[in-house]
């Protein structure tokens, strides 16, 4: 089983709906979720983190966070052509580790 | 967010020569740092943690004589790919780490070894 898991989709979403991406963890000592963006050929971008259990917003993303279920979704509402790209779920586990161990990322396409 | 630069951000060598690539954060200060390789279409692969002063720490199956990495300033780590080959091409990406454990990451450097 990895480590963090996400489906690497495609996942198409059309212009102005929310897109809704997943992403589950195996180790239960994890304490901090981030969500990056990467368009292709350039680096990662942070959106955002989550460290309690509940909803996090920032303008169009939420960031959701159950770590009873060891899950952790990111909804991006009235979802832009400029919202294509992968999208990069990473955790940190527990025992002051600093590492990120990243997902395989969703690719998501917003069709116009 | 927090701002890392890189420099190159392209570069193209022959087979055998060294390459040295500067990750730098530009508004704050950085005691740690994150070394990653990426190829077209995989996710990205941590290298080495670089920490300000002292020795980096590889991960398993990075070789460190291969990729030298110094972490001279709070501002400032080199990822060095000494004898480069073709096999070596590749996205290098590197990150600074923020207070709140989050990285942010630095636009790379494609390097193409010919």
């Known amino acids: 089983q990895k480590e963090v898991e996400q489906n690497s989709g495609p996942l198409s979403v059309p212009e102005g709906a929310i897109a809704s991406l997943n992403c589950t963890y195996s180790?239960?000592?994890?304490?901090?979720f981030f969500w990056y963006r990467q368009y292709s050929g350039k680096s990662p971008e942070l959106i955002m983190f989550?460290?309690?259990?509940g909803d996090k917003e920032d303008g169009r993303f939420t960031a959701q966070l159950n770590k009873a279920s060891q899950y952790v979704s990111l909804l991006i509402r009235d979802s832009q052509p400029s919202d294509s790209a992968t999208y990069l779920c990473?955790?940190?586990?527990?025992?002051?580790?600093?590492?990120?161990?990243f997902g395989q990322g969703t690719r998501l396409t917003i069709n116009p | 967010g927090a701002v890392v630069s890189q420099h190159p951000s392209r570069v193209i060598c022959k087979s055998g020569t060294s390459v040295k690539i500067e990750c730098r954060s530009l508004?704050?200060?950085?005691?740690?740092m994150f070394w990653y390789r990426q190829f077209p279409k995989k996710s990205l692969m941590l290298m080495a943690t670089?920490?300000?002063?002292?020795?980096?720490?590889?991960e398993q199956g990075v070789e460190k004589d291969k990729f030298l990495i110094n972490h001279a300033s709070l501002t400032l780590s080199t990822l060095t790919v000494t004898s480069a080959h073709p096999e070596d091409s590749s996205f290098y990406i590197c990150?600074?780490?923020?207070?709140?454990?989050?990285?942010?990451f630095g636009p790379g450097t494609r390097l193409t070894v010919l």
């Open positions: 990473a955790v940190i586990g527990g025992q002051g580790a600093q590492k990120l161990v």
């Open positions: 670089s920490n300000e002063g002292s020795k980096a720490t590889y």
């Open positions: 990150s600074a780490l923020g207070g709140y454990n989050e990285q942010f």
């Open positions: 989550i460290y309690s259990n």
């Open positions: 180790d239960r000592g994890s304490q901090s």
């Open positions: 508004d704050f200060q950085a005691t740690t």
